[in-house]
């Protein structure tokens, strides 16, 4: 196909040049969604999933469980990692004593 570009007004091109760039985007993500397809059969016939083989599934962090519980509001908790939270500051500011916070198993 040809277009005859040299009879086409500013304004037009840049509609054109906007409707090619679309045109390309849409084209390549089809592209890409039949090899990913494609990808995701071929482990499925090999008994795995595709994020079983990339390792690119959803991984979750593990969380410390709280070292540490403020005794007058039984929500406010810490691990004893990371940055010290503000009641944690306060309360070594004052003059306390971890120990007294720390929880019991």
Known sequence: MKID???ISLDELKALRKDVETAIRNFQDRERKKALDALEEKARELGYSLSDLTGSGAKTRKVNPAKYR???DPNKTWSGRGRQPGWIKEILANG???DDYLIRK
């Open 96 to 98: 306390g004593n971890l």
């Open 70 to 72: 403020h005794s007058d």
């Open 5 to 7: 570009l040299e009879n």
